[in-house]
């Protein structure tokens, strides 16, 4: 999909925002990975990291351009702080909260991190001239790598291996949905169509327990 001047320069402020915001979701969703897992507050430090910039490291070392947090460390602080910030707050507000409060902060978290990070996925390929089929599996890899290296560190099996519950499902067709829009209408409504929808077929699929069929070994 060729893009225009005018579509260069709503294509790097929609990247922005969408990595900012996915940040922002990730960091949180990593944290609570840790506490989770009974880290301390280094740990979910660590994983809000992770989770938000391990995808996005990955893609920008396969286009071989400089990787988002070392080019803009502002991000670097701001998945320190919001970890950081994720942690104490559930340190003394948990018993307040509940576990069930909880998990559900982390399924919604996620579920946006999924939507930002895959458009941000999309629009960094669109912005390097690469075509529909990269910028897909972009999307898909920006929103899933962190959360299955997080899970891996955190000594947990990834979401995305055992029990889907859709979620790569929603950043394929969240991606793909994007792309088709953006031939049709501006990227910035494109992107909050995109975002709504892979956020509510996300939260969709867990609530209804819906999943893409698996083969039984028995």
Known sequence: MPLNNHSLNEVSLLLQCF??????????????????????????ILLAFVTASAGGTIRDIIFNVDVFWIREQMYI???????????????YKGR???????NFILIVTDAMGIAAFSLAGVEKSLS??????????MGVWTAIGGGVIADVIANRVPLVFTQELLYITVA????????I????????????ISAIFMVALRLLSVKYKWSLPTISSN
């Open 181 to 192: 829009l953006a031939n049709n209408i501006s990227h910035t409504t494109a992107g909050i």
């Open 19 to 44: 990595m900012i915001f996915g940040v922002v979701t990730a960091s949180i969703s990593g944290a609570i990975r840790a506490i989770e897992s009974k880290m301390d507050i280094t740990g979910a």
């Open 77 to 91: 602080w701001l998945t320190c702080i919001i970890g950081a910030a994720t942690f104490i707050f559930i340190y």
């Open 128 to 137: 390097l001239g690469q075509n529909n089929s990269i910028a897909v599996i």
């Open 172 to 179: 394929f067709l969240g991606s793909v949905g994007y792309l």
């Open 96 to 102: 307040i909260l509940g576990n069930k409060k909880i």
